[in-house]
């Protein structure tokens, strides 16, 4: 039950095959057995039972909210939950509880969702391995799955693979099915990044189509809520709830269209598949390469049009991005100040004192240093040579993906990642720096234009762990985005966590899935 | 942060200690009168007065608090004086993951202060963030409009009462560079006992009007007409009340001084400054100082805040560009119109302004310029003035000093605003009109004017009545006190026989006070002509 999509759950749900409480208390039950992962900064059992239960009465009453009611969701810990902490895995907020709800948060409430916890994560989603937070870095599930083990001969428990970040804590929930679907936050690849390492779909809408109110900025103007799932098409149903105008985010946008679920014979044939050469970078993996070819190859065969573009500004999209990512950045933080809210220095002198040593104890080096970066960009002497360049690069390679789409392209093809999930150990050997500008190399130009991608898993790489490809469409054309992403999940065969014992003690509890996967589908 | 600029600290601190720190909604000051009773900066007289003369320049920035019931970008309501803390919202709070709403009504009250001072509204305009650390500052950064503010290059006109009456109206002008919208930040309350600093956000986001007045004016009296004129015309507009020392207005002035046609000098700030007439004294103050230094062989320091020129600013990620539509015919499809800022229905909306009022009191009315300014200045006395007209028959030259020195007077004496006057406009047009038909004479009215004020409710006949204070028209009567007053009086008798008829006026003095003033003025004049013939 546990392996299913929730499309299958809910049916279960419906026909009374189980009970919301049950699976409520299987995801719990899974969620301690899995607690080596760290994909949880929170877990709201209490509440999560609560939910469960009323959603229960609306099940036996025959009256569900929706295709979400009764399904376990996890929510990245920089989304605000009402009486809920909200820490953005940071000290500075460790003790912070929201007096509201976000609103992608509270429209999956609506719908009769039940919370599980809160997602571990970079520091204020500062980071792509998800290794940069105050709570401690979260394990990718596959990394203790058999094949990983049996692959790369991994014994010690020091082993393990990264999740990528930074929302690795809302991938992890999703891929060690404690949690049917989860928000992520996406704003260089936050959401797509650990989606891809992980094996989940990881879709970053159009900016503006889903609200940002109540989501803790990283960078506003990149910032976008991020779904994770199981499958394109779980995805695709939590978009169309969560998608449209929203009074308190003035950035919002309405939704070109309803959404709810996708068509499921999606022909590709007058589709036109565009491939950025500058995304053949060096660094890519041989194996992610050979996915990104054999993908390219499932469309050619298909009778779609496949062709090489050129997205000329790319390779300056990371350095740009930084450059406005670390300038918001000072931006936004500068009201952790320890007045209103969130963590504060006993060091008191003074108004200053207490500010500076606030912020020093309240951020990791990771934040401190994007800040202080970010304020030397934004410098009355500096501002022009790197924050108003950086926009009208921004602009540049906003007007690629426009030429490129403008030219009959429908959907771009690219790698997610460089390579699939690396080691702990080895990830660390590198700052958060020098990380964040080789993971978000593929997922950032995305943000910098506004426009929709989704990462979708493929296959397992020699060591066992995923890869996964992205999709890139023009600004509210998720729906066709999300269609063309189905039909490679229905042809590539990337297999489910399930078919394996990936939890130390959970062999009992994978065969049941297995077998229920089975007869469910 | 906000610590006052230079030496004009030391005079304003002064000044607090007269005013106390926030002084009475009713002391606002109603007429500008300066130390300086004419705009003379310059420290030598006039006959030493050669082109090297110093003069000072002024410029100045005004925050007006936009009159609206809920702030600039969240929803909580905005009031003066209410318990600390009890109007904020998580916005105001800067609680993480809440972004800004712009309020439609504080957009209008911008884009028609720009039209009231012949502003160009830009179509399009930005919002920015302000970067400082400050307690009651709590995001950290201000919203407000640095690159494209709403509303730019207007003029505004206001006028100098000069000459000895105050009766030569000199029109001048100052150049608006812009108007931007931005946020208003909390208060912080320092106790010095405890070393503490308490936060009250009620204020945090309220909306306020940034006016840039270039530097056009040469003394406090001028800022001070300047600012007041302003006054005038916000109140009218509604966009903000405009009141000083509830913060609702609040004036920063740029001084410098110069020899004209050579650059300006260093300026220094004169800021939180809570009365026009304050301002007024404050600058000259610092002119004085200025030239004062420099004829001394010094250099004026300018103490500007050190971290506001680093400041950093960056676009306001979170606020589409303010589009502003220039009739509803320009309106794209699938905007409504009732949502949308429209600029046609703001101009079209837009009340009498204060500087037309006054030209039509004049023109109307046939009275003087000097008083439609004391009309214009009191509000509702307009009101008032045209309200005894419509039921007097007496003719408004006459009524004017009625209503400007009288009710005016009476009114000041007591802190009282015209509304609350216990004459009402008809009241006192009956009081004039019994004058007018001679039924009292001028004098008695102002006694029967001050018995109505100490007893409203009574007309002014009933009060006539009363105290009999009719006009003695008695023929035989007047004719005995009369004869009494040349009888008790030989030498002035003696005096108008030999042709000094002005002592004429002396004898009916002596009768008016023998009738208390009752007696009617042409009949006496008469009788006594006889007597004295």
């Known amino acids: 039950m546990l392996g299913l999509f929730f499309l299958g759950v809910s049916l279960a749900l419906r026909e009374g095959r189980i009970s919301p409480t049950e699976l409520c208390k299987k995801c719990l039950n899974r969620i301690k057995k899995t607690q080596h992962l760290n994909a949880y900064i929170t877990v709201t059992e209490e509440s999560a039972l609560k939910q469960a239960q009323q959603s229960e009465v609306r099940l036996l009453k025959g009256v569900p909210k929706g295709p979400l009611d009764g399904i376990p969701f996890a929510v990245k810990d920089n989304f605000c939950t009402k009486n809920i902490k909200t820490t953005c895995a940071s000290k500075m907020l460790k003790d912070y509880t929201p007096p509201y709800n976000a609103t992608v948060v509270q429209k999956l409430l609506d719908q009769g969702a039940v919370l599980m916890g809160k997602a571990n994560l970079d520091e204020f989603a500062m980071g792509a391995g998800c290794t940069d937070g105050a709570f401690g870095p979260v394990k990718n599930p596959w990394s203790y799955a058999a094949p990983y083990r049996e692959q790369t001969g991994a014994m010690l428990e020091s082993d393990w693979a990264i999740t990528g970040g930074s929302s690795g804590g809302s991938a992890a929930a999703v891929a060690s099915l404690t949690s049917y679907l989860a928000l992520g936050s996406d704003t260089g690849g936050s959401t797509r990044n650990p989606g891809a390492l992980c094996g989940v779909v990881a879709l970053k809408p159009t900016y503006g189509l889903l609200s940002r109110h109540g989501l803790i900025p990283l960078v506003n103007s990149m910032d976008v809520p991020g779904i994770m799932a199981r499958s394109v098409n779980d995805a695709a149903i939590v978009l169309g709830i969560l998608q449209g105008l929203d009074v308190r985010d003035s950035t919002t946008v309405p939704a070109p269209s309803p959404l709810t679920e996708l068509p499921q014979d999606f022909d590709v044939k007058n589709i036109c598949v565009g491939i950025p050469k500058e995304y053949h970078a060096p660094g890519l993996s041989e194996e992610t390469l050979a996915q990104w070819s054999r993908v390219a190859d499932l469309f050619e065969r298909a009778g779609a049009q496949v062709k090489q573009v050129s997205l000329p500004h790319t390779q300056y999209s990371i350095v740009c991005y930084h450059v406005l990512c670390h300038a918001e950045v000072a931006s936004n933080m500068a009201r952790f100040d320890g007045l209103e809210y969130g963590h504060r220095s006993q060091i008191d002198s003074s108004t200053e004192v207490m500010y500076a040593s606030t912020r020093h104890e309240g951020f990791n080096d990771v934040v401190r240093g994007r800040i202080l970066s970010g304020n030397y960009f934004l410098l009355k002497q500096n501002y022009q040579h790197y924050f108003v360049k950086a926009q009208k690069v921004r602009r540049l390679i906003a007007d690629d993906f426009r030429n490129v789409f403008g030219s009959g392209v429908d959907v771009l093809l690219t790698p997610t990642t460089l390579s699939d999930a690396a080691c702990y150990q080895d990830f660390t050997q590198e700052d958060n720096r020098t990380r964040s500008a080789q993971e978000d190399v593929f997922t950032q130009p995305a943000n910098m234009a506004g426009l929709p991608a989704v990462s979708v898993p493929t296959a397992l790489s020699r060591r066992g762990l995923p890869i996964g490809l992205q999709l890139i469409g023009p600004a509210l054309h998720d729906k066709k985005l999300l269609s063309v992403a189905q039909w490679i999940e229905q042809r590539v065969g990337f297999p489910s966590i399930s078919d394996w014992d990936y939890s130390r003690e959970s062999r009992n509890d994978t065969a049941v899935t297995k077998r229920e996967q089975t007869s469910a589908v | ?533």
């Open chain 2, 1 to 533: 942060m906000a610590a006052f600029c230079v030496a004009a600290s030391e005079l304003l601190h002064n000044m607090k200690q007269i005013s106390g720190f926030y002084p009475k909604a009713s002391c606002v000051i109603r007429r500008i009168r300066t130390t300086n009773p004419r705009c003379d900066s310059q420290i030598q007289p006039r006959a030493k007065s050669t082109p090297q003369q110093l003069v000072g320049v002024v410029g100045l920035e005004i925050h007006a608090q936009i009159n609206s019931s809920t702030k600039l970008f969240s929803g909580s309501s905005v009031r003066f004086s209410a318990p600390p803390n009890s109007l904020v919202s998580f916005f105001d709070a800067s609680l993480p993951g809440t972004l800004p709403v712009l309020n439609r009504r504080c957009v209008e009250a911008a884009v028609m202060t720009g039209l009231a001072l012949n502003c160009n509204i830009n179509r399009k305009s930005l919002f920015d963030r302000k970067h400082y650390f400050y307690a009651d500052l709590p995001a950290g950064y201000q919203i407000t409009q640095q690159r494209q503010p709403v509303a730019v290059d207007g003029t505004l006109t206001y006028s100098l009462l000069e000459g000895k009456k105050r009766s030569q109206v000199i029109r001048k002008n100052v150049h608006i560079k812009q108007i931007q919208l931005e946020q208003d930040s909390g208060k912080s309350l320092h106790d010095d006992v405890h070393s503490q600093t308490l936060i009250d956000l009620n204020r945090a986001g309220v909306g306020l009007m940034e006016l840039v007045m270039e530097p056009d004016m040469s003394c406090g009296e001028e800022a001070a007409a300047a600012v007041r004129e302003l006054q005038l015309i916000l109140q009218a507009l509604g966009t903000c009340q405009g009141n000083m020392s509830e913060g609702q207005l609040r004036v920063d002035a740029n001084v410098s001084v110069h020899r004209p046609g050579e650059p300006l000098g260093v300026r220094t700030e004169v800021k939180n400054i809570n009365s026009v007439r304050y301002l007024a004294r404050a600058i000259d103050y610092e002119i004085q100082r200025q030239i004062g230094i420099l004829q001394r062989g010094g250099t004026v320091q300018n103490e500007t805040r050190a971290y506001d020129s680093k400041s950093g600013f960056m676009p306001e990620p979170n606020l589409p560009p303010l589009i502003v539509y220039e009739d509803n015919a320009s309106l794209p499809a699938g905007i409504d119109a009732c949502q949308a800022v429209v600029v046609q229905k703001i101009k079209e909306g837009l009340p009498e302004l204060p500087s037309i009022k006054r030209d039509r009191l004049v023109q109307t009315y046939g009275i003087l310029p000097e008083h439609s300014f004391t009309l214009v200045n009191e509000d509702g006395l307009v009101e008032y003035f045209e309200a005894v007209l419509m039921a007097t028959k007496k003719e408004p030259r006459k009524v004017i000093g009625w209503v400007t020195n009288e009710l005016l007077g009476h009114l000041k004496q007591q802190d009282l605003s015209v509304s609350q006057s216990p004459i009402s406009p008809p009241a006192l047009a009956e009081l004039l009109e019994l004058q007018e038909t001679g039924h009292i004479s001028s004098s008695v009215a102002k006694q029967v004017f001050q018995k109505m004020w100490r007893s409203p409710g009574k007309t002014a006949a009933q009060i006539t009545q009363e105290h009999d204070l009719g006009l003695v028209s008695d023929t035989a009567q007047l004719h005995s006190i009369c004869q009494k007053v040349v009888d008790s009086h030989p030498d002035e008798v003696h005096a108008i026989r030999n042709g000094n008829k002005k002592v004429l006026n002396k004898l009916m003095g002596l009768v008016q006070k023998e009738t208390k003033g009752r007696a009617d003025p042409v009949l006496v004049r008469k009788i006594l002509q006889e007597k004295t013939s």
